[in-house]
């Protein structure tokens, strides 16, 4: 399977991704984590106006093989957040990158320094692990 990584996207190696557009940032999970899982069967996400912290679990998504934590790359407010996916999790992989996002947040200090990889570091470390 060909999975994609956007360049423009900044990576976590616990497969969440942040989309940094100014102060706000979106946050989703790679098109890789959602080919581990498999099917997504449930999504918990926390509620607007709640805080996340760089580092932290804001959430999880279960399949049918797994509960993984989401862990937020970027501290700051959550000012959006995808609903649709509550009712239709599996939504997610049909485009990850797109329609398929989790938060919107907007950044406490937007010259954070991430501690994130690029496009082409994480897929290294993705291809690696498929060869583990």
Known sequence: ????????????DSHEYV???GE?????????????????????LPEVGE??????????????KAVEDLKSPITGTIIDRNDPL????????EDPYGEGWLL?????NPDEDLETIDASEYRAQVEGEDND
């Open 86 to 93: 509550l009712d239709t999790p599996e939504a997610i992989a």
């Open 104 to 108: 919107k947040v907007r950044l406490d």
């Open 51 to 64: 805080a996340v912290e760089s580092g932290e679990n804001f959430g999880s998504v279960e399949s049918v």
């Open 24 to 44: 706000i940032a979106t946050l989703g999970i790679t098109a890789y984590a959602v080919d581990q899982l498999g099917d997504i069967v449930f999504l918990e």
């Open 19 to 21: 989309r940094l557009d």
């Open 1 to 12: 399977m060909n999975l994609e990584y956007p360049e423009d996207l900044k990576y976590l």
